[in-house]
C-alpha cells in the first residue's frame, strides 16, 4: 500500500529558527505539492513541482520560506527564520500528472508550532 | 476570481438518513473537481475525481456528480464511521489549485 511519507510528524520550535521539513512522495508520481492547514485558511497551496521542477510558488512566502525536489524521492520545505504564524499543520502530496489524471495523495501532515 | 464554495458548515444527521453536500465552484477550465474525506489529526483522504459535466462516481455510501457549476456529495444510509469532514477542490486551466472550506458531517447512532 504506497503512502506520501512526511517527517517530522510534530515540530515545536522558537521564533526565528529554521524548520526543515521532508516529504518521499509515492514512488512514480511525477508531482509533489505543498499545502499549509489552519482553521482560518483552511488548506492553501503553497508550492507544486512537475518532474521535479518547480511550477508554482506564488503562494509561498518568498522570503521566508523555499521548497526543493533534490531528487525523485524527496521533498523540502523550509522556514527560515520560523514565526508564530506559520505555526499550521503542513501537508505534502504527490500525484501522477498525466492527460487523464489529476489525481493527488496526501500524507499525514507535520504539524508545526512556532513559540 | 476562481472560487469554491462549500455548504453546509456542519451538517448532522441520524444513521440511515440520506443528505447530500454541495460544492459550488466558478474557476477558468476545469481540469477536476476532487472530494475528499478528513478525519481529525490525518491527512485528506482522496475519494474521486471529476472532469466533466454529468460525470458521476460511487464508492460504498458515497456518490459524486458534477455539473457545470456545482458538484454533490450523495451519502445514503449512512453510518457513525462516515463522519468526517468533507473537502472539495478544484483544479484549473492554470493548474491552480483550490480548497473549498469543508463541510464537517456528523452521524449520530
Known amino acids: 500500500d504506497a503512502r506520501v511519507t512526511q517527517t517530522p510528524r510534530d515540530k515545536v520550535t522558537e521564533m526565528g529558527q529554521e524548520v526543515t521539513m521532508r516529504c518521499q512522495p509515492i514512488l512514480g508520481h511525477n508531482t509533489v505539492f505543498w499545502y499549509r492547514q489552519t482553521m482560518m485558511q483552511g488548506l492553501e497551496l503553497l508550492a507544486y513541482f512537475r518532474n521535479r521542477a518547480p511550477l508554482d510558488d506564488s503562494g509561498m512566502p518568498k522570503d521566508r520560506f523555499s521548497a526543493e525536489m533534490p531528487d525523485a524521492t524527496l521533498a523540502t520545505l523550509k522556514i527560515q527564520p520560523s514565526e508564530p504564524r506559520d505555526s499550521a499543520v503542513y501537508f505534502c502530496a504527490s500525484g501522477l500528472d498525466s492527460s487523464g489524471e489529476k489525481t493527488q495523495y496526501f500524507g499525514p501532515g507535520t504539524r508545526l508550532l512556532v513559540l | 476570481e476562481d472560487q469554491v464554495t462549500q455548504s453546509p458548515e456542519a451538517l448532522r444527521l441520524q444513521e440511515g438518513e440520506s443528505s447530500s453536500l454541495n460544492c459550488s465552484y466558478t474557476?477558468?477550465?476545469?481540469?477536476?473537481l476532487f472530494w475528499y474525506r478528513q478525519d481529525p489529526g490525518k491527512g485528506p483522504e482522496f475519494l474521486f475525481t471529476l472532469y466533466s459535466a454529468g460525470e458521476e462516481k460511487e464508492k460504498e455510501r458515497l456518490k459524486a456528480t458534477l455539473t457545470k457549476k456545482e458538484s454533490f456529495l450523495h451519502i445514503t444510509a449512512p453510518k457513525p464511521e462516515d463522519s468526517a469532514t468533507y473537502l472539495c477542490?478544484?483544479?484549473?486551466?492554470?493548474?491552480?489549485?483550490?480548497f473549498g472550506s469543508g463541510t464537517r458531517l456528523s452521524i449520530r447512532p
Open positions: 477542490a478544484v483544479r484549473s486551466s492554470a493548474s491552480k489549485i483550490i
Open positions: 474557476v477558468s477550465g476545469l481540469r477536476g
